[in-house]
């Protein structure tokens, strides 16, 4: 099939080099010149395994091509991806500008029959209007779509080949089977359905994940004040076959582009409905004072006051295996511990370059042991696989005060309590 692909940011990168792999001629457009001149050498704008060997893959074969032209990205395209990007309003909105402008532009460039596929997240009810945008513009028949994506950064490619299902919402039969046709390589359960349905399944799991994460972290809270293991317990509940094992890992709390953005829509989207969602309100105030908790534990071992005290951040990405510093953890835990006077070196595998850009007053090291040294507390907040492989013997004789606060419940507690570190998780 020839298809196109409106944005080439994380998902519209992924969704193009994937559908390219699976032997469509796919086109990918974006209005940012550099970044498609980026592409056309092969070069990703993220951080993502196996992206980069996917889309140089996609290059060689000439079975992906890039362009900032509307008339050479559509031209004979079958489906139409709109993969733009929708960041979130003050007022926890989505700001839908980049979906209209595009929905717009292919309106205006449309010569013939296509399905034209939203696949950025949007509030339910999006789908008509994208619709509505195009037929004012258009004088040719489409049809719109939703197909969300459930995409878990560091693990986008294995998610897009083997996802735990296909969602397809249409109203047409014609779009519904070119979209059938068009996954079939891909093996999972669909799900048919409607526009607006398919738009509120993605809403819906973002926040009953963020739901499980907040949960188990309150759970840890009374954990700690029991002195029970929120690891066990956490093991308990996963076994249940009505509860499941993923997302109930004890923390920070949970950040990145997903669930925080569509909670906080999920709440202003059912305010405008009528319905105050009072629950998700709850999830996202836990998830806020996560940070607090933290810091308390920090202040109570290093015993009161943070200024002027030298503290170490290992992992700065919302999570491993991506440099994706959106809503992460790490940047509110920094700016707190600041306002609070404490000195902050930190280190990461592959996120300090961005890290460069959004914080301040902060000393960046490129090896995890010399971000160590004199610190009087070492607070673990991305669980990199690297920082558990750590010699911590000199990690040891690095730090000022032997202080490990496990903000991801991630290091090897009873060994590193046997060398002599003082360590604290959370709930455990």
Not at 110 to 115: D, F, G, I
Request: one cysteine or more; proline letters at 4%; a positive charge.
């Amino acid at each position: 099939m020839k298809l196109a692909v409106i944005g080439t940011g994380y998902v519209g990168i992924v969704t193009a080099a994937i559908f390219a792999d699976l032997g469509n001629q796919v086109w990918g457009l974006d209005i940012d010149k550099d970044r498609i001149a980026e592409l056309k050498k092969g070069k990703t704008p993220i951080y993502e395994p196996q992206l980069q060997d996917y889309l140089k893959k996609g290059l060689k074969k000439k079975h992906l091509h890039f362009t900032t032209d509307y008339q050479e990205a559509l031209k004979n395209a079958e489906v139409i991806f709109i993969c733009v990007g929708t960041p979130p309003k003050k007022n926890g909105d989505y700001d839908l500008s980049f979906v209209y402008s595009a929905a717009k532009e292919i309106g205006k460039t449309l010569n013939h029959y296509a399905v034209i596929v939203v696949k950025s997240t949007v509030p339910p009810g999006t789908g008509a209007e994208v619709k509505s945008i195009i037929g004012e513009n258009c004088q040719t028949s489409f049809d719109v779509a939703s197909c969300p994506e459930f995409l878990r950064e560091g693990s986008a490619i294995e998610d897009s080949l083997h996802p735990s299902r296909v969602v397809i919402g249409t109203g047409s039969q014609k779009a519904q089977k070119l979209l059938l046709k068009l996954h079939q390589p891909i093996k999972a359960p669909r799900i048919l359905c409607d526009v607006v349905s398919a738009q509120l399944i993605k809403y819906a799991a973002n926040a009953f994940l963020a739901t499980k994460i907040s949960f188990i972290n309150s759970i840890a809270i009374i954990c700690d004040k029991i002195g029970a293991d929120v690891d066990k317990v956490s093991q308990g509940l996963g076994l249940d076959s009505r509860i499941g094992k993923s997302f109930l890992q004890a923390g920070l709390g949970y950040g990145g582009s997903c669930f925080p953005k569509d909670t906080s829509a999920l709440i202003s989207f059912s305010r405008r409905k009528g319905y105050d969602f009072s629950f998700l309100k709850e999830i996202e105030r836990i998830n806020k004072s996560q940070i607090d908790y933290f810091i308390e534990k920090i202040e109570r071992l290093i015993g009161g006051s943070l200024k002027n005290k030298t503290l170490t951040i290992l992992g700065l990405a919302f999570k491993p295996n991506t440099d994706d510093l959106r809503e992460a953890r790490s940047i509110y835990l920094i700016k707190k511990l600041q306002a609070k006077g404490a000195k902050i070196k930190a280190h990461d595998p592959v996120a300090i370059p961005p890290a460069k850009r959004i914080l301040t007053g902060i000393k960046f090291f490129a090896d995890p042991f010399a971000a160590t040294k004199n610190s009087e507390a070492l607070l673990l907040v991305t669980e990199w696989p690297e920082y558990q492989e750590l010699d911590f013997s000199k990690v040891k004789k690095m730090m000022k005060r032997p202080i490990i606060i496990d903000g991801r419940n991630f290091l090897p507690k009873d060994r590193l309590i046997k060398m002599g570190f003082i360590y604290e998780g959370i709930g455990r």
